[in-house]
């Protein structure tokens, strides 16, 4: 079975950095046809996708975010990192990880289709 468990910091301040990391075992985040990705839910709100990185590598965001996150990977632990820069208190959230299936047609994600997801992480951005 496909597990993914995060883990960071439960409060972050304002202005600084929030940093999380999402550990993935039973598979391979280098297993083709897959997109690990970070995802949202703001109290009472619904969830928003925040970006993904692919098998290969390669990063991809949302662009509704007033601040660019970044996701990298560390291969040899199977683990893939959300950094999210100078935090706000809008930024605070449940944050999951999640795998993305891929159409495999068209080689991109099945928008909204998630087969495993980890049990997510609550962060707070307060002073």
């Known amino acids: 079975q496909v597990q993914l468990q995060e883990s960071g910091p439960g409060l972050v301040k304002p202005s600084q950095t929030l940093s999380l990391t999402c550990t993935v075992s039973g598979d391979s985040i280098t297993t083709a046809d897959y997109y690990w990705t970070w995802i949202r839910q703001p109290p009472g709100k619904k969830l928003e996708w925040i970006g993904h990185?692919?098998?290969?590598?390669?990063?991809y965001y949302s662009p509704s975010l007033k601040t660019p996150p970044s996701i990298s990977r560390d291969t040899s632990k199977n683990q893939f990192t959300l950094q999210l820069s100078s935090v706000t208190p809008e930024d605070t959230a449940v944050y999951f990880c999640?795998?993305?299936?891929?159409?495999?047609?068209?080689?991109?994600?099945?928008?909204?289709?998630?087969?495993?997801w980890g049990q997510g992480t609550q962060v707070t951005v307060s002073s």
């Open positions: 999640a795998r993305a299936v891929e159409d495999t047609d068209y080689r991109r994600p099945v928008t909204g289709q998630y087969d495993y």
């Open positions: 990185i692919s098998a290969g590598g390669t990063t």
